[in-house]
């Protein structure tokens, strides 16, 4: 049974078990989506727990017009920019790796002379988890509206069209923004050696 098809059963009947199959279909993808704008599981589970609350509120006012995808992740994006307008004066956490607030770095030497510096699965977790901060500062580098764009085709897996539809943007718009993500992304990464 196809998502549309579940989400009008759930209409019609209100079974707690159609809804359900609904959020173990979409779940992860949706807690990916969030994570890729926050880099917090926690707040990411509530905003997906948000999201489905609101799925499943307004479940009446449903009408099949595009994938429920297109539909969920609508409601994603605009749960997104509220927590976005309403957290955007509060101070943001500080790494240890970011210097502390009277501008002196914090010293990282005592945590990492720990590590074996001799053990190549050390070494090698290292640089992947050093890889990986290096993507998400450079996620956070991109414009609101070429990371949406990126975060929903790439790792969503939307098609250009669904993107286009749930943003409410033209498709050549999303390829526009597209683009011009995947080059910034690229030069913000140049010097990365994976």
Same mark, same amino acid.
């Given at each position: 049974?196809?998502?549309?098809?579940?989400?009008?059963?759930?209409?019609?009947?209100?079974?707690?078990?159609?809804?359900?199959?609904?959020?173990?279909?979409?779940?992860?993808?949706?807690?990916?989506?969030? #994570?890729? &704008?926050?880099?917090? $599981?926690? =707040?990411?589970? @509530?905003?997906?727990?948000?999201?489905?609350? *609101?799925?499943?509120?307004?479940?009446?006012?449903?009408?099949?017009?595009?994938?429920?995808?297109? #539909?969920? &992740?609508?409601?994603? $994006?605009? =749960?997104?920019? @509220?927590?976005?307008?309403?957290?955007?004066? *509060?101070?943001?956490?500080?790494?240890?790796?970011?210097?502390?607030?009277?501008?002196?770095?914090?010293?990282?030497?005592?945590?990492?002379?720990?590590?074996?510096?001799?053990?190549?699965?050390?070494?090698?977790?290292?640089?992947?988890?050093?890889?990986?901060?290096?993507?998400?500062?450079?996620?956070?580098?991109?414009?609101?509206?070429?990371?949406?764009?990126?975060?929903?085709?790439?790792?969503?897996?939307?098609?250009?069209?669904?993107?286009?539809?749930?943003?409410?943007?033209?498709?050549?718009?999303?390829?526009?923004?597209?683009?011009?993500?995947?080059?910034?992304?690229?030069?913000?990464?140049?010097?990365?050696?994976?």
């Amino acid at each position: 049974m196809s998502d549309e098809d579940l989400m009008l059963e759930f209409q019609r009947n209100g079974k707690d078990e159609v809804f359900s199959e609904l959020v173990e279909r979409h779940q992860q993808g949706l807690l990916n989506f969030f #994570y890729q &704008y926050c880099w917090d $599981r926690f =707040l990411a589970e @509530d905003l997906c727990q948000e999201v489905f609350c *609101r799925v499943f509120a307004h479940s009446h006012k449903y009408v099949v017009s595009a994938k429920f995808s297109t #539909y969920m &992740y609508r409601i994603a $994006r605009n =749960l997104w920019i @509220d927590y976005v307008r309403a957290h955007k004066n *509060r101070p943001r956490p500080i790494s240890l790796e970011a210097e502390s607030h009277d501008g002196a770095r914090v010293d990282q030497l005592e945590l990492r002379s720990r590590v074996p510096q001799h053990d190549p699965a050390v070494d090698d977790g290292l640089r992947a988890r050093e890889a990986m901060e290096h993507v998400k500062a450079a996620l956070e580098r991109l414009p609101a509206e070429q990371r949406m764009v990126f975060v929903l085709a790439k790792h969503q897996g939307l098609k250009y069209s669904e993107v286009a539809e749930t943003l409410d943007i033209p498709v050549g718009t999303v390829r526009s923004r597209m683009h011009a993500a995947i080059r910034k992304l690229q030069s913000l990464l140049r010097g990365l050696n994976t």
